[in-house]
């Protein structure tokens, strides 16, 4: 009892140090109102599965898999990839790396500890841990990972591979990232080279997740229900099953085997196709007995750019339906009221 109230008060310190402390109920702090905990066992969804070899220039299925890429973001706004050519190292080696950190020693990992959203390292714990009345039961590193050079010292040096596995899987998934947003743009029929060079400036931010085993699972949450703010969201799981989306007013849980990639569509691109494509809720729920550890690379514009609807997909019969956003005005909604939910793209759209 003693260690469970002493392990309440440094909850600060993240669920890893809770589970050290070898916590048998999960803390006040942690435990949801019952109407935001999970059900018991969402239906399991069958995602979209987009082929990218398909989607190279002169691919015979390109039809086929540039309409399959617009159904799965108009509809689902979560999906597969396969034959990505990343290879299966990389991501193996990402995954590991990964957990190695979170084995660290909390004096290690505490280093990197910043209430600074805009810091380009930063290691904490729930989901906005500064806002957050309920805390969730995740601990995260945060790596700002393009553009690198400048911010690259400022990564961990330790698992002393930690950077040079990052920098490599960083690479892969930003180019992934830029072939499927010249993918989308082309089904969204909007032609933009300037677009296309403001993606290739823009800002990639990796979230290395931990989740270890919870005492009381169904209490609590690993993450809340979000959306992600960027563009695209590539994510990277163990096989350990954790997420779960909102698809058609429902919960399910996301079946996603070890080494898949998911790419999931953010605010940005719900503003920038002018609603046609639509953000993915989406939340994690965690278990008793396996730790579960997720990568999520988030892709946008720089943080100085703004995000608009794409003049070409705003017409008479398609009013613009949200405002421009800066990276300002999501850090303004951020600090003062979170961003669970969709609040953030709520706030942001336009009354008709
Ligand atoms: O762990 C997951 O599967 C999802 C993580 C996530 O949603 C995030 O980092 O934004
Ligand atoms: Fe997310």
């Not at 109102?33 to 979209?48: F, G, I, K, N, S």
């Not at 290690?108 to 309920?134: C, I």
């Not at 931990?210 to 990277?236: I, K, N």
Request: hydrophobic content about 40%; charged content about 20%.
């Amino acid at each position: 009892m003693e260690l469970e109230e002493s392990a309440e008060a440094d909850y600060m310190k993240g669920v890893k140090h809770l589970c050290e402390c070898e916590v048998k109920r999960v803390p006040t702090k942690y435990i949801l109102p019952v109407p935001d905990r999970t059900q018991a066992e969402p239906d399991l969804l069958e995602l979209p599965i987009v082929d990218i070899s398909d989607l190279h220039p002169g691919s015979a299925g390109r039809e086929r898999a540039l309409s399959s890429l617009a159904d799965a973001c108009r509809k689902y706004g979560l999906f597969q990839v396969v034959n990505h050519g990343l290879p299966g190292e990389v991501l193996r080696s990402m995954i590991e790396v990964s957990r190695s950190f979170f084995k660290l020693p909390l004096k290690e990992r505490e280093r990197f500890m910043s209430s600074e959203v805009l810091s380009p390292v930063r290691y904490g714990t729930s989901f906005n841990q500064t806002m957050d009345g309920v805390f969730c039961w995740r601990d995260f590193l945060k790596l700002t990972s393009h553009p690198l050079p400048e911010v690259l010292s400022l990564w961990p040096a330790s698992p002393p591979d930690l950077r040079e596995v990052a920098v490599s899987y960083a690479r892969e998934t930003r180019n992934l990232f830029l072939d499927l947003m010249a993918a989308i743009m082309e089904t969204l029929g909007v032609e933009d080279a300037k677009m296309m060079e403001k993606f290739r400036e823009g800002s990639q931010l990796m979230v290395l997740n931990f989740f270890p085993p919870c005492p009381q699972p169904e209490l609590t949450l690993g993450m809340p229900p979000h959306s992600d703010y960027g563009f695209l969201t590539v994510l990277l799981q163990d096989g350990v099953n954790g997420l779960q989306m909102q698809h058609q007013g429902r919960w399910a849980t996301v079946n996603a085997a070890a080494g898949s990639l998911l790419v999931n569509v953010g605010d940005h691109l719900e503003i920038f196709s002018n609603g046609k494509y639509k953000s993915v809720l989406h939340r994690v729920f965690v278990n008793a007995t396996s730790p579960r550890v997720s990568v999520a690379s988030l892709h946008s514009l720089s943080p100085a750019a703004v995000v608009s609807p794409s003049p070409q997909l705003v017409t008479a019969s398609e009013p613009r339906r949200y405002m421009d956003t800066g990276f300002a005005a999501f850090l303004h909604h951020l600090s003062s009221r979170g961003t669970t939910a969709k609040s953030f793209l709520e706030s942001r759209k336009l009354a008709h």
